[in-house]
C-alpha cells in the first residue's frame, strides 16, 4: 500500500515564528489533506489540496503531486497552533480511505 | 464545512463489557464511512469501512467478532467493542465525506475508550 511520511517528527518554536512541514507520499493519490489534532484529539480540517496551493490566513499549503509531496506553511506561529498535524492522502487504488502519517508533533512556546 | 458528530466523547467500561460508539453526519448522507483507532502519541490507524445497507470490510488484523459495525441509515455508523479488554482501551474516530469531491473528509470529535 501506499506509505506517507513527514518531516519533522518534532518542532518546537518560539511564538511568532514560521514554519515548513512536509509531506511525502510513494504513489499517486486521489486526495490528499492537512489536518491539525488539537490536545483533545479532534481532527481539524485544514486543507483539501490534491494539487496546488492554497492559503487560509497564516496558513498555506502546496502539494506537488507529480513529485508526490506537500507542504504546510506556518506563519507567525501562535501558541494555539501546538497539537500534532497530519497529512493523509487517498490512495488512487484503494477507494475512499486516508492513510495518515505519522505526524508533525509542534509545540509553540511564549 | 460538513459535520460529523461522533458520541460518546469518552467512555469508562469493566472489562468484558461492551461498548458502543456512534458516529453521524449532520448535514450530508454518507453511504460509506470509516472507523480509525490511535494509540498514544501514534498515527490514526484505519480499522474497517462501513457501507450502508452491507457488511463492513474490515483492515487486516481487525477482529470483526469483536468490532462489530452496524451502517443502518445513510447518516449513522455504530461501532460496538465487545467483550473488551484493557488493550482495547484507545481512541476511536469516524469519518465521512459528503458526495461533492471539494471537501474531503471529515472527522468526529473521537471516543476516547477506557477499559479497567
Redesign the interface.
Known sequence: GIQVEQSPPDLILQEGANSTLRCNFSDSVN?L?W?HQNP????I?LF?IPSGTKQNGRLSATTVATERYSLLYISSSQTTDSGVY?C?VEDDNY?????????TRLSVLP | ?AVVSQHPSWVICKSGTSVKIECRSLDFQAT?M?W?R?FPK?????MA?SNEGSKATYEQGVEKDKFLINHASLTLSTLTVTSAHPEDSS?Y?C?A?PET???????G??T?LTVV
Request: aromatic share 24%; proline share 2%; hydrophobic share 40%.
Open positions: 486526495n489533506q489536518f483533545w484529539g479532534q481532527l480540517n483539501y497530519f493523509a477507494g475512499q480511505n486516508f492513510v495518515f502519517g505519522p505526524g | 464545512g460509506t470509516f480509525y490511535q501514534q498515527s490514526l490507524m484505519l469501512t481512541f474516530i469519518s465525506r469531491d471539494e471537501s474531503g473528509a471529515f472527522f470529535q473521537g476516547r
